[in-house]
């Protein structure tokens, strides 16, 4: 059951890097004119996000192809889980406070992945 929480918080966050990727171009229209340099360090953290989002869930499946069940599978979920915390704090504070509806679910998603996480681990 533990492999099966920790597969699901992957895929939550995996698709949610998707989310992030798919409409960069549209978001950053959004902004209007803005300077060549703004939109390249607008397009940059859109798409780092993304990353972050495909490299967590990437960590969370090889840990548990290879070692799930394991005191190290732990570790590497607190860690996850820890900075998954850390993003949903930084969103609840900024993005989350906008009328964006997908800012405010944002915080709710990557906690609960979190959630799963810390669960997935062995005590």
Known sequence: MEDVLAYVAAGLVGLWGVSHAVPTRAVVAGFGEISADSRRVLVQEWLAEAVTMWSFAALAIVVTAVGGGTSIAAAAYRVTAGALLALAVLTT??????????FKLCPVLLTGSA?????AGPA
Not at 95 to 100: K, Q
Not at 115 to 119: A, K
Request: aromatic share 6%.
């Open 115 to 119: 959630v799963l996480l810390l669960v």
């Open 93 to 102: 504070l900024t993005g989350a406070r906008t009328s964006v509806v997908w």
